[in-house]
């Protein structure tokens, strides 16, 4: 019984160890996006305030206010990965901690 419970918190371990990679990975992904929408936000800032017709300022402004969104929202999905993140590491270690007593110490 004792080599289930084993194995079942060895999956468990290895699942965690997959979801913490994933997270990273999708932390490392926002953490590039960031900027490039700051970027554009100013392209079309800049382009605002050289446009010469009404038209293409209501489009850069347009533009640029999506961008700022896109940021907000990045930076919203980047403040949820992270503290799952930290969850997920915190169950890691206890997942660990458990293996620990199944081996006697």
Known sequence: MET???KELQGM???????????????EAILLAIP????AHEYYANAYREATSEASR???SYLAEQETLHETT??????ELQQELVETKIK??????K?????GG
């Open 4 to 6: 289930n419970n084993k």
């Open 13 to 27: 371990i290895k699942e965690l160890q997959d979801k913490i990679n994933e997270l990273q990975d999708m932390i």
């Open 36 to 39: 490039r929408e700051r970027e």
């Open 58 to 60: 209501k489009m850069y």
């Open 74 to 79: 990045l930076r919203k999905r980047l403040d």
């Open 92 to 97: 890691l270690e206890l997942e660990r901690m």
């Open 99 to 103: 293996l620990k007593g199944e081996r």
